[in-house]
Structures are given as structure tokens and as C-alpha cells.
């Protein structure tokens, strides 16, 4: 099997730069796996699809790897598959979550569970804020790149959430929620209008989809982030999905209801921003 090959920041830099496109791989630290296929004002991410932690932190975790894989979004990816600018995170939030800023990043405790039956030292944590690092300056360079080519760009930044933490729980939370809190409204607010509107729409496995903006989350540090720095220029969604596609205690997911969730939601994306 070919390695994929790896990149540094400059190369990337470089090769949007120049519209040298298409061109794929790894980022040069590993912390991103990323798809350039053609120039677009759009781009999107999945920062918690991973569950890989290094080799040598995963001795030193205490917490197992389905209650991680609770709290991580497996299937997010599946989102970026249409998209001519595609960014998923390499590594699990439980080495370093990248929508948490650097001094809050690694977890000592998540969602009440122990994350480390040894912490990491600080050669280990350096390693893995430098990947942390390395992530928010490419979507940097990502920024720039789409706002070059329309004055504008748009960043779909793909999550899920688990809705019934005990058995039992009533389920009131809504199906899809868009994080918009950080961004500018004043600018983006007919196209962020719009987009919900048409999601209404949505039936998926003969249920239809109630969608809500800010319900239960307006968006995390990648989306603060970026909307502080390019404020009038970047309009970053935030998007969490119900994991109505997957078991959320086992992971299991399933398929057909995952297909019909990224064939319908990404057809209204398509239908309002025209990739």
C-alpha cells in the first residue's frame, strides 16, 4: 500500500497559490488528511471523525475505546465526500481536541470519565499541541484561499451528538442543529435564513427532520477562530447532527440511513451555496 504523502504548510500554501490543483495527502506533523480537488469558495471539515490516538499515548489512556468512540463522530466524514475542498482531523479528540483552544485541548476528564491512567508528559503534550497548531494554520491558509476567490468563503465544519445520555431519556433535541454564534450575521444572515428554511424540508428514514440554529450549540473554537479573524469574509456553519444514523452506545451505523442523511442534506447545500 502507497503512503500517503505528506505535506508541510508551505507546499500547501504554495500550490493554492498557484492553482495547482488537484493534489491530496497529509499534512507534514499528521495532523490533517486533506482533498484539494478543484478551486471553490467552500470547503468542509470533520475534526472528530478519528479515533486514532499514537502509539506512544494509547498505553497511557484509562478510557476505553467505546467511550470514546461516544463522544467522537464517526460517519461526519461521509459529509465531505462531494466537496471540492475536503479537511478531516487524523487524530481523536482524546489526544487533542481541536475545538478546544491550546491550553484547554488535551482532557484530564470528558464528559465525567477519566481520559488517562497516566498523564501525558510534556514532551508528549508538546508533540501533540504542535499537531493542534498545525491543524488551525492550515484552515488558515484554507481562509484566505477561499476568500481569494469570491471575496467570500464558507466552512461546513461537520459534527454529531448523542442525544439520550441515560436509557429512557425523553428525546426533545433537534434532528439538525447549525451553529452560527460566532459568525457575521449582519453579512451572512439571508444565506444562514435560507439554508435552514429549505432543511425543514428534510425527511430521512420516513421521519421528518426538525432543525433548530444555536439549540444546543452555536459553535466551538475552530468556528470562533476563524470568524474572529476574518470576521467580514468567512462564514463558518457549524453543523450537529443527531446520531439518528448510528447507535450512540455501540457506534454501530447504519448505512442506508447515513447514505439518505448525506445525500438530502448535501443536496440543499448545493442548492443554495452552488459549489
Known amino acids: 500500500m502507497n503512503k500517503e504523502k505528506r505535506y508541510s504548510l508551505k507546499e500547501i500554501e504554495r500550490r493554492l497559490a498557484d492553482d495547482d490543483l488537484p493534489f491530496s495527502g497529509l499534512s507534514e506533523l499528521g495532523s490533517a488528511r486533506f482533498v484539494f480537488l478543484r478551486?471553490?469558495?467552500c470547503c468542509a471539515t470533520a475534526i472528530h471523525a478519528s479515533s486514532r490516538i499514537r502509539d506512544k499515548l494509547y498505553p497511557k489512556l484509562k478510557i476505553s475505546p467505546e467511550d470514546r468512540l461516544r463522544e467522537e463522530d464517526p460517519g461526519t466524514e461521509k459529509f465531505l465526500e462531494s466537496f471540492p475542498i475536503q479537511v478531516i482531523a487524523a487524530d481523536s479528540r482524546y489526544e487533542y481536541d481541536i475545538n478546544r483552544e491550546e491550553s484547554r485541548a488535551i482532557y484530564d476528564i470528558a464528559?465525567?470519565?477519566?481520559?488517562?491512567?497516566?498523564?501525558?508528559?510534556?514532551?508528549?503534550?508538546?508533540?501533540?499541541?504542535?499537531?493542534?497548531?498545525e491543524f488551525h494554520?492550515?484552515?488558515?491558509?484554507?481562509?484566505?484561499?477561499?476568500?481569494?476567490?469570491?471575496g467570500y468563503?464558507?466552512?461546513?465544519?461537520?459534527?454529531?451528538?448523542?442525544?439520550?445520555?441515560?436509557?429512557?431519556?425523553?428525546?426533545?433535541?433537534?434532528?439538525?442543529?447549525?451553529?452560527?454564534?460566532?459568525?457575521?450575521?449582519?453579512?451572512?444572515?439571508?444565506?444562514?435564513?435560507?439554508?435552514?428554511?429549505?432543511l425543514k424540508d428534510i425527511t430521512v428514514n420516513g421521519r421528518h427532520l426538525r432543525v433548530a440554529e444555536n439549540e444546543i450549540f452555536s459553535g466551538g473554537y475552530l468556528s470562533r477562530r476563524l470568524s474572529?479573524?476574518?470576521y467580514d469574509n468567512i462564514l463558518v456553519l457549524a453543523i450537529e447532527f443527531k446520531k439518528i444514523?448510528?447507535?450512540?452506545?455501540?457506534?454501530?451505523?447504519?448505512?442506508?440511513?447515513?447514505e439518505e442523511l448525506v445525500e438530502k442534506f448535501n443536496r440543499a447545500v448545493d442548492e443554495f451555496f452552488i459549489r
Open 39 to 41: 478551486p471553490s469558495f
Open 111 to 133: 464528559w465525567g470519565v477519566e481520559v488517562w491512567e497516566e498523564s501525558p508528559n510534556e514532551t508528549e503534550k508538546k508533540i501533540s499541541l504542535a499537531k493542534h497548531a
Open 137 to 150: 494554520r492550515l484552515m488558515d491558509i484554507i481562509a484566505r484561499y477561499l476568500i481569494r476567490l469570491k
Open 153 to 198: 468563503g464558507i466552512i461546513f465544519d461537520y459534527h454529531s451528538f448523542n442525544y439520550r445520555r441515560t436509557p429512557g431519556e425523553p428525546d426533545t433535541k433537534p434532528d439538525i442543529n447549525i451553529g452560527t454564534g460566532p459568525v457575521n450575521r449582519g453579512r451572512f444572515g439571508d444565506k444562514i435564513d435560507n439554508f435552514i428554511s429549505h
Open 228 to 230: 474572529s479573524g476574518y
Open 245 to 258: 444514523y448510528t447507535d450512540e452506545w455501540t457506534g454501530e451505523i447504519f448505512g442506508p440511513v447515513l
